[in-house]
């Protein structure tokens, strides 16, 4: 593991207190999942407390919503009220970033995922995230893109609003400061 993606004892210990006060004032998004197995599976996966403490820094607020029986992991979506803020006016992909020729963001959505070790939400679990509460009431998230909508130069994004999960397009090269984009990790 590159020491770069590597958190200090004190770092960990400082994620993992905040990490469980959110798992036990959420317990609605993660039922029948006890926080004893979820800490021991992640103090022996470093590089995912790591990308972990990735969403925390960027405001992404991770906790727990499923357990994958088949893979034996837990699944993190990022559950802030809002589109993470450190995570926002960003294109969706390098290819957008690129061939944006004037007032380039300072990143892409698909880029920023990948350095944090994360993957950006599709829109099936997109979806699931929106059973557990109302997010994205007055913000915009990117949303993983089928690759035939991106190959004609689009990306999607969805919000929440009037009850109504809504997915949109917009050109992939397009940032605004109300949009970001949501991650998921499992371990």
């Not at 959110?22 to 039922?31: D, I, L, S, V």
């Not at 999607?156 to 999960?165: A, E, K, N, P």
Request: glycine content about 6%.
């Amino acid at each position: 593991m590159n020491q770069k993606n590597k958190l200090s004892l004190e770092q960990e210990q400082s994620l993992l207190i905040v990490l469980e006060a959110r798992f036990e004032n959420n317990k609605h998004r993660h039922q029948n999942i006890e926080w004893e197995k979820v800490q021991a599976k992640l103090k022996v996966n470093p590089e995912k407390l790591w990308s972990l403490d990735e969403m925390e820094r960027t405001e992404g607020e991770p906790d727990v919503v499923g357990f994958d029986e088949q893979t034996k992991e837990y699944i993190f979506y990022d559950c802030s009220s809002e589109s993470p803020k450190g995570r926002r006016s960003v294109c969706y992909d390098h290819e957008a970033l690129e061939k944006r020729k004037e007032n380039k963001p300072k990143d892409s959505a698909l880029n920023m995922a990948s350095e944090m070790g994360i993957q950006i939400l599709n829109e099936e679990e997109y979806r699931t995230l929106q059973k557990l509460g109302k997010f994205d009431t007055k913000t915009s998230s990117w949303i993983l893109t089928p690759d035939n909508i991106r190959k004609l130069g689009g990306a999607i994004f969805s919000d929440f609003r009037y009850d109504t999960v809504f997915v949109y397009h917009n050109g992939a090269d397009s940032y605004y400061a109300a949009r970001g984009f949501r991650g998921s990790l499992r371990v």
